[in-house]
């Protein structure tokens, strides 16, 4: 069961994570950066605790935006392997940002040098 506490980082991860791209969108790198470190602090805070907290995270595969499902895959691919590659392959079909990000997030995975939450 997700707390309140944790939902409310869940929702700031999926806040962050869509304006990261509203942001980049419109060309305003400093916000863009603002935003990200936004989307992983909250992370980071979701992280403290376990596997709860990835789990609280994981709700957001199904969220509406697709830049928001992409970042909490990415975020989860060591704790949710099968179920985030499925979400940042179904994303990485086609062309523009967030396809990009998915085939990037795919890519540093299959060679070994992601690191979003090391073990």
Do not use: C
């Not at 830049?67 to 523009?96: H, I, M, N, P, Q």
Request: glycine fraction near 6%; hydrophobic fraction near 45%; charged fraction near 30%.
């Amino acid at each position: 069961m997700v707390t309140e506490a944790l939902q409310k980082l869940v929702e700031k991860f999926a806040q962050h994570a869509a304006a990261q791209t509203e942001a980049i969108m419109q060309g305003d790198a400093k916000a863009a950066n603002k935003h990200a470190n936004e989307s992983i602090a909250a992370f980071k805070r979701l992280r403290t605790q376990g596997d709860v907290g990835r789990d609280a995270l994981a709700t957001l595969f199904t969220h509406p935006r697709m830049d928001v499902r992409t970042a909490a895959a990415a975020f989860l691919l060591r704790y949710r392997t099968t179920e985030a590659k499925a979400v940042l392959e179904e994303a990485s079909k086609g062309k523009g940002l967030i396809p990009f990000e998915a085939q990037e997030a795919l890519k540093r995975w299959e060679e070994g040098t992601w690191s979003l939450d090391p073990a």
